[in-house]
C-alpha cells in the first residue's frame, strides 16, 4: 500500500539552495527590503520573459536556471507578437499595477541575475531573437548598424 506522507510545513524547504541564491543575489542587485520582494520580482520578470521567448534559447536558459525559475520561465505560453524592451515594461506594469520605473527596476535587477545563469553566449543569442530594446534591460549597450 502506498501512503502520501507529507513532511510538517515547518520542516519543508520552500526553495532549493539554488533559488535561494539567485533570490538573494536578486535582493542584493534591486536593494530590496525582504527576499519575498526579490521573489516576487523574479516571478513578474520570468514570466514575462517566458512570455517572450522561444525555441532553444528558451531550453537553454530553462536549463542554467534553478529548477524553480525554470518553471516560472516554461509555464508561459510564447506570444505570437513578441514586445520591444520598453512594451515589456509597459506590459508588466499593467499586470502588476506597479509604476514604470519601478517595473524597470523590477527588470533590470532580475535580468542581471539571469545573465550571470545564462553567461555571455546564451544572453547574446536571447538579444538576437527578441526585438530591440532588451539588451538595456540586460545592462548591454544597444548597437544598431549604421544607416
Known sequence: MIT???VPLEHEQPYGAAYE???EKVRYEGAYPTRERADEAVRLVLAGLGRQLTGDERVDLA??????AARVLTV????IHPLTGWAFVKDL???TGASLATTRWDTGSVFSAIAAYAGPDL???ILHQLPTGYALLFGRAELTPAA
Request: proline content about 9%; charged content about 30%; hydrophobic content about 45%.
Open 93 to 95: 506594469a499593467a499586470r
Open 21 to 23: 541564491q539567485m533570490l
Open 123 to 125: 544572453i547574446t543569442r
Open 63 to 68: 536549463a542554467r536556471l534553478p529548477l524553480e
Open 76 to 79: 508561459q505560453i510564447p506570444d
Open 4 to 6: 502520501d506522507v507529507r
